[in-house]
């Protein structure tokens, strides 16, 4: 390496799963130049994840790739219900739960419906298509060490394909390496939460044509209750690929497990890969670390049993990449940066609580739901709202808080604009409106088309009635609201300088 100069690149993201690659996509899409490291040779092998929040799909849509996402995920359209029963054989199909209280379907409360994909399908889509959006993208390739300076992160790769070692200066370094993160261990940033939550499980994922079997009682999760294989039986496609979450235990004769619990010969039933994981909540203390910042699994990790951890990982890159672009192009000061570490770590833990305590309920899904906790569309939706960050809460915004138990969205300082159809064609939604620009939303008609360079939308949606104005970010979170347009400028730019408030 001596007498080589160290090659310079703006963002460095360690891990390409399924936060990397998105980080990388949006960041693209903001014109930053990324370079990706993955240490793996492919994509997640196992399918992990497999429902995505209608939050997240407007990500996707954002990015113009819903309609792949929705395509590659076309073999669990339908299977929302739950099931329960003795074995597979034996299982009922559940009545499809919806939320009570809820005046819309899930469908309807977001221009993208929720999607069933598992995380090995999704991981190559978003790998083609960061790829595609000029993303450098480098698997086999792991971070092995960084060292922080004043003017960048310099950072030791290898790649395993090559057998070759390499130094790259990046100006910020995003660890998105998962749970285990070495960016987190490396900066002695500790964690909070509830640690371990309940007993070790292993996922069995496995194949077998069980298409028969389910036909007509296709479902998401159907619980099993064998006493010698209790467990929770997961669609991957519906048909051939499922995975089943089992007792502790690796050396168990995993195909005679599967096939009690599945009550059906499944003669050709092949095991492709044990994962031993445990439910845990940790959240990192800090997401930022000077230029290193922390996303994802490495930020936060939290049971699976409200579908939220890659969800908020999803969240934590779409409010990442606008700052960052916003700081490499001069645009911003790095303290916006800041308001990265006070919106998604607080967000991060609502989230990991919300899974935590959703824990019981997971065991058993005919039990009444807990109406202490959050409605499931405020997750669904990513309606938590910033209790500080790139915002101007004043004190009518702070007397206006988001409702958590009940699902009641408006524009409201600190949470994603609500949607409501543009058009009578359904194709346009007030969503689409910011992203990836800034945005004046005007309640009530309006003559202006713009205030400076910021677009203004004449808007019908709760909490902006005629009169009031609400400026609107990159990752459609609402900044302020006020009864002038003309301060929206200098409120961005306050903002952009000085990012971290409270109240105003
Ligand atoms: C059984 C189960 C079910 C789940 N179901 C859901 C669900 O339905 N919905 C949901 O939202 N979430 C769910 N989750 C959680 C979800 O899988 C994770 O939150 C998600 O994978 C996190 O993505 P990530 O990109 O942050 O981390 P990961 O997916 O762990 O990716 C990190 C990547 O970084 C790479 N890496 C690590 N170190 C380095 C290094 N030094 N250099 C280069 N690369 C490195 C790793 O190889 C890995 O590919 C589930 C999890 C489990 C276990």
Known sequence: MSGQRTRSVPVLLAGGGLVGLTTALLLRQHGVEVTLVEKRATTSAQPKARRFHTRSMEVFRELGLAATVHDAAKD???????????????????????????????????????????????EPVLRAAAVDAGASVRFQTELTAFDQRDDG????????????????????????????????????ITGSGRGAVGAPTVSAYFRADLGEVVRGREFNLCHISHPAAPGVLASVDGRHRWVYMGPDGLDHDWPALLRTALGVPAPELEVLSLMRWRAEMLVADRFRAGR??????????????????????????????????????????????????????????????????????????????????????????????????????GPDDVADAEPVTE???????????????????????????????????????????????????????????????ALVRPDQVVAW??????TATRVRADLLAAPVTVSG
């Open 292 to 393: 290193v910042l922390l996303a994802g699994d490495a930020a936060h990790v939290m049971p699976p049993f409200a579908a939220a951890g890659a969800n908020t990982g999803i969240l934590d890159a779409h409010n990442l990449a606008w700052k960052l672009a916003a700081v490499l192009s001069g645009r911003a000061g790095p303290g916006l940066l800041d308001s990265y570490d006070a919106e998604r770590r607080a967000a991060g833990w609502f989230a990991a609580d919300q899974s935590t305590r959703r824990t019981a309920g997971f065991a058993d899904p005919t039990a009444a739901a807990d109406p202490t906790l959050a409605h499931p569309y405020v997750l669904a939706g990513g309606r938590f709202r910033y209790p500080a960050g790139a915002l101007v809460l």
């Open 76 to 122: 669990l359209v339908g299977h929302d219900h739950m099931a329960a029963g003795r074995t597979l054989a034996e299982a009922e199909r559940l009545p499809l739960w919806s939320p009570p209280g809820s005046a819309e379907a899930e469908a309807d409360i977001s221009p993208e419906p929720p999607t069933l994909i598992a995380q090995d399908l999704l």
């Open 481 to 486: 609201r006020g009864d002038d347009p003309a």
């Open 407 to 469: 699902y009641a969205p408006a524009v409201r300082v600190g949470t994603p604009l609500p949607h409501r159809w543009l058009d009578a064609a359904r194709t346009r939604s007030t969503v689409d409106l910011a992203g990836p620009g800034w945005a004046l939303l005007s309640g009530g008609p309006t003559a202006a088309t713009a205030v400076e360079d910021l677009p203004v939308h004449a808007v019908e949606l709760d909490g902006l009635p005629p009169g009031r104005c």
């Open 153 to 188: 992160v310099v950072v030791e790769l290898v790649d395993h394909g090559r057998g070759e070692r390499e130094s790259l200066r990046a100006q910020y370094l995003v660890a998105a390496d998962g749970a285990r993160s070495r960016g987190r261990e490396a900066l002695g």
